[in-house]
């Protein structure tokens, strides 16, 4: 197995063009996982630890822009946490200190796994996909660049830059239901958002559904909106947790959500 | 928290001393037997069974066998000796011979030069399967066909049970078991499978003697049993086989089986070369059985005032594929099926089936900890229909010295069940915590679930018991060797005994046993190995305590007084070197049509337990939060006291994780969830602070009156941390682990 590890994003775009069989490694957290279970093989790693371009986070025309390199201890620390509480919650609910550590946004993008905690708090700032190629740059909306459990709309060749997320206008929360109190999978997790400026209530679920998704609606119509969040989830029964139970908790979620965001 | 602010380097019986491996554990120093090495060693690797059931058409190891840095590829017509093993009867294949029997089995074994050669290489090994109908139900698996061919386990005084797949059946009748009373309740529960989940996952080294013998060096509960199962498959004389004890990664009964050693063995004598094998973590939850997942039917009838009149009681242990230690674990969980109370009626129906799901034997507790779920459960139950008290139930009916059990056994040694019950009753819970606090302080915790909304508070209350030592007049003994030799200062001891140090402390029993007896602060510990000193017996049924003062006592004695007879000192160069052997009372078996005890008595003694827990639980999202729990133990007489409340606090823990989170499950006899990603054990966040009081009433026969302290934390806590959650609830959560969906109220 090869490492490559560029030390500019140039050349690491360079290098995913020759070799797009490159696998990159961020944080590793997920690909060592799956190196040390042999469920992948890759021929090539590409390193990108030592891309400055990847990493931190600014303040982009009113959005917030987060490197794909952004660590979840980084998206816990004020003054991002501020402006993006519902990302910071959720960091806060992923592994243990080392894994928050090491782990990233762009990992969590890259693997998009529908239990993947970044995403529904990326989901509910109607987030943007950055991503490069030798062939240039393009931006994807989260919705769509998860195309399903653990596939996204990457291209061979292409890199994942970071993403423009909204920043709050209101409260947010994130939640997580897992069946002990500390370091779990989401049985089913909901990140929820009162946008006053836009006079709306955007929540978004994973783990109850092929991808993480979102669903909305109006500050005024918030009758049955919980239900609404339950109805739009397709959960599947696993080894974590029932079908019906994750529906369910959905509907509490949202419930104290939206509580919990209007008080 | 409870444990003494100062220990000692240098201890003796009865206070608090530093544990001689703590250090080198918490500092990563400490070798496990993962961390072994020897010059030139080769890495061993399993070919096992993705099938639960089948038989086996063909092992084509032709393409293995070739590949580079390979040096042996062994089936079961490569075992030397005996084809087959077991811990009681020797029912299990050392490799499979056509058939497997469970997901996992080992059907081939591999040794190469390089780890990740000798696993390319059984990837290369076809092995060509005709998948069978697995035996799943255990409630159909007496109706269906033999997994086993013969009866395995028939003919060993057991009760004769025609039925097919059935490892042993108990019936226990009681004085009337048809006696009424004026109340009755009833129930059935159950229990998930759980594993020991300990953290060093199965490892050795096997190193061929170059004489035909072979030393294997593991991490094991019982090394002369060992022996006396590896030499035979081996085709050797026991003492061509020398088991040495390395350091073990935790136990907990899932290292009485063997895994490795005879595969490394046999892999070591036909390279000539030392052979390592590691298992991974996948791999060890297939590499060692599990607890008994049960299905138990329970009904009790009591009088008005609440002494009970008639306990009856239908158990059904699921074994999986292979023996092990069922039997004696069907015999546990029918003897303590009626709990620590005084019933002068019984009728306990007691079964452990073959089946194709995964082996289970010896787990912590082992059989007492599904009764135990079950029979308080029913306590509580009969406490809500009298409207009575729990506590105050418990104690009308408390099993005391000169009661007997439905076994017909009379309690003589020490018996403090009501003295628990009250202890642990008065034990102050703490105010609830006042609102907003802390996520991490509430049901779901880092999960940020709730604020409070949803969240009930429940009180929970249970009692338990179990054995000390072997039971049925299986009456393993312990052995120990003292040398004593002139020092600079003096006298200077060296003490053996083959006593596992599983995690439990055992190793400071002997030294503080030795430093007691021989009043002598200068004694060390010798090596652990068959070769050195007689068999300790196994470390399991809480019995290593009692077993290891009881032989440290009486070498140690024999010791003093050559030492005496030779004047009282030794010259430069003078030794003296005794080994004693230490027996407890002898026990008899159970009457096999009757369940009642014949002779002296099944069971050597019993500890009890009692413990109170609070919890909070999110009733809408059905998430818990364990608050507090208080326990009283009776613990004999604690030797080193600090040690005891680490037993306790951790055997809490294991058994709460039983309560809430820890099983293994299947599909189809498939293990789904063999990780630590998915099989989950507690975190700090899901274990509450302990507040422990130790009951010392000294057990008569006992050296010091000790007791053994591991098992009774897991038996209760399983069974109290579930009637907390019922009193939070008010639902009648029957299944542990308990489900969220069961909180909820969902189907
Ligand atoms: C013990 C443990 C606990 C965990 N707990 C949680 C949890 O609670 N919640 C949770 O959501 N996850 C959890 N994870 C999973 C993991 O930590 C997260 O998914 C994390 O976000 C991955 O980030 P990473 O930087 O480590 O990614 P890596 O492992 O480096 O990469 C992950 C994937 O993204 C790709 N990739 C990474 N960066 C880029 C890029 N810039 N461009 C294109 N592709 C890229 C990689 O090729 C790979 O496919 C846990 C993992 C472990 C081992």
Redesign the pocket.
Known sequence: MDVLTPTTLDEALRMKAERPDA???????????ELNFDRARPAVL?N?NELAE?RGWSRENGSIRLG??L??TEAMEAPLAEKLPALAE?SR????PQ?RN??????????A?P?????PPLLIGDAVVELASIRGERTVPLNEFLTGPKRNA?ADD????GARVRAAHGAQTFM?VGPRNA????VVSLALTVDRERDEVRAAFGSAGPVARLVSARLADLDGFPERVAAAASPIDDVRGSAAYRSHALSVLTARAVERCLQ | MNAPARTLELGRVGESVKRVDAIPKVTGEFAYSSDLFAAGMLWGHTVRSPHAHALIEEVDISEAVGMAGVHAVLTHTDVPGAKAYGLEFADQPVLAIERVRYFGEPVAIVAAEHPEQARRAAERIRVAYEPLEPVVDPERATEQEPIHDGRPTAGHGFRDDPRPNVVRSIVIRHGDPDAQGEVTVSGVYELGIQDQAFLGPESGLAVPDGEGGVDVYVATQWLHVDRDQVAPCLGLDPEQVRIHLSGVGGAFGGREDLSMQIHASMLALHTNRPVKMVYNREESFVGHIHRHPAKIWMEHRAKRDGKLVNVRARILLDGGAYASSSAAVTANASAFACGPYAVENALVECACVYTNNPPCGAMRGFGAVQSCFAHEAQMDKLGAELGMDPVELRLRNALAPGDSLPTGQKITGSFPAAEVIRRAAALPIPEPEELPRDALRLPGGSGNTTRGEGVRRGVGFAVGFKNVCYSEGFDDSTAARVRLAASDDGIAAVVHCAAAEVGQGVVNVILQTARTELDLDEVVLGSATTSSVGSAGSASASRMTWMAAGAVQLACRAAKDELERRGGDLEHGETIDVERVYHHRPTTPLDRETGQVTGDGAHVAYICAAMRVVAEVDVELGLTRVVWIGTAQDVGKAVNPQAVYGQIEGGIAQGLGLALMEEIQTQDGLITNASF?DYLIPTTLDMPPVEAQLVEEPEPDAPYGVKGVGEPPTVVSTAAVASALRDATGRQLTRVPVRPDEIVGLP
Do not use: H, W
């Open positions: 696998v990159p490694i961020q944080g590793g957290t997920d690909v060592m996982v590409l990108l990847l794909a390199g660590t979840y959720a609910t992923v592994g243990g894994i090491r782990g990233t946004v762009g990992g969590n993008l890259g693997t796994s239990a993947g905690d970044a995403l990457l292409e890199l994942i830059l997580k370091m779990v999978i989401s | 990603t």
